[in-house]
């Protein structure tokens, strides 16, 4: 079954603190992987995305990722967070082109002054 | 989100009422999604247009919910006999053109409050 998996609900970290939230996927062809950020009040906005090539993408925002295959993981970083990246993230897979995602359940990151 | 407009913003119905949501994407964009975001069940994919036909309608839950799509461009989620578990926000999408196509940027939303 295709499945994404966030394992922390909430994250709490200090401003200016280093950030990695988890990403695992199932997937049997392979993926088309996102980052989506959702802000209160706010849709969602995409971060970054890895379809193929370099494993390490770079995002908006001061985001990157990693795509580790043999861990079927994607997993969101940030070398020093910010106060305004306080939101709920949210990892996604699909086939690419015209087809639905499938999402994870989401990570709602706080950040203490 | 850039190119996807959704109205209303909220919409608080009764109970077993009739309710439609609207998406309106910028022109040029034959593929929308719909999707539902509810405590709970995160976000779930809904049903899929190309152009006005739907060839992914895998996500509806029950036969209450129907969506269509006309010239192409805007799109109706219609839920009839509301129930409170309808509650959540309802998020639009469409893919990105040119080198753009395989990611899905997103609407507002509609948040939909049954009482």
């Known amino acids: 079954a295709q499945s994404v998996t966030q394992p922390d609900i909430h994250i709490t970290v200090s401003e200016g603190a280093s950030l990695e939230l988890r990403c695992n996927y199932s997937?049997?062809?392979?993926?088309?992987l996102f980052w989506y950020v959702q802000s209160p009040g706010q849709g969602l906005q995409l971060l970054l995305k890895?379809?193929?090539?370099?494993?390490l993408v770079q995002g908006i925002k001061g985001f990157e990722a990693e795509f580790k295959r043999s861990q079927s993981s994607f997993n969101l970083r940030k070398p020093s967070v910010h106060w305004s990246d306080a939101a709920e993230y949210f990892c996604?897979?699909?086939?690419?082109?015209?087809?639905?995602?499938?999402f994870g359940a989401g990570t709602r990151l706080a950040v203490h002054p | 989100g850039a190119g996807v407009s959704q109205s209303p913003s909220n919409k608080v119905t009764e109970k077993g009422k009739d309710v439609e949501l609207r998406c309106d994407p910028i022109?040029?964009?034959?593929?929308l999604y719909w999707y539902r975001q509810s405590l709970g069940q995160g976000l779930e994919f809904l049903i899929y247009?190309?152009?006005?036909?739907?060839?992914?309608k895998s996500g509806l839950p029950s036969d209450r919910f129907s969506a269509e799509r006309t010239g192409g461009s805007v799109s109706t989620l219609t839920i009839q006999r509301t129930q409170q578990e309808d509650s959540a926000v309802y998020l639009c999408?469409?893919?990105?053109?040119?080198?753009?196509?395989?990611?899905?940027?997103f609407g507002p939303g509609t948040r939909l409050t049954v009482l």
């Open positions: 996604a897979v699909g086939p690419g082109g015209y087809n639905k995602l499938i």
């Open positions: 997937y049997g062809a392979t993926p088309y």
């Open positions: 890895y379809f193929s090539g370099d494993t």
């Open positions: 022109s040029g964009h034959t593929a």
């Open positions: 247009f190309q152009g006005n036909s739907a060839p992914d």
């Open positions: 999408a469409i893919n990105g053109n040119w080198d753009r196509y395989n990611e899905q940027f």
